[in-house]
Nanobody
Framework: QVQLVESGGGLVQAGGSLRLSCAAS????????MGWFRRAPGNPRELVAS???????NYADSVKGRFTISRDNAKNTLYLQMNSLKPEDTAVYYC????????WGQGTQVTVSS
């Protein structure tokens, strides 16, 4: 079973930056669509950034221009560079592949203070 481990979250002031990492235990990112998701209290899990197996990227309107998704297939690692963070970005962030989702990891908490 492939496992997903997110890391890199933390507490940051508004306007700051964080770089999240998602490490997979198997070589899956090169042949699957990939995405970063987040879940804030009271809200459903939402897709914020995706990276298709063909190399195209897509972003939720709320993060366009601020977040960048990337991958390192050799390291089986997915990244999310988060700049100009806002309090509204506060959430637990998860990675996964789709459309055939793996079991969700623990996620990494991102807290942005005003």
């Amino acid at each position: 079973q492939v496992q997903l481990v997110e890391s890199g979250g933390g507490l940051v002031q508004a306007g700051g930056s964080l770089r999240l990492s998602c490490a997979a235990s198997g070589n899956i990112f090169s042949i699957n669509n990939m995405g970063w998701f987040r879940r804030a209290p009271g809200n459903p899990r939402e897709l914020v950034a995706s990276f298709t197996s063909g190399g195209s990227t897509n972003y939720a309107d709320s993060v366009k221009g601020r977040f960048t998704i990337s991958r390192d297939n050799a390291k089986n690692t997915l990244y999310l560079q988060m700049n100009s963070l806002k309090p509204e970005d506060t959430a637990v962030y998860y990675c996964n592949v789709f459309p055939r989702y793996l079991p969700w990891g623990q996620g990494t908490q991102v807290t942005v203070s005003s």
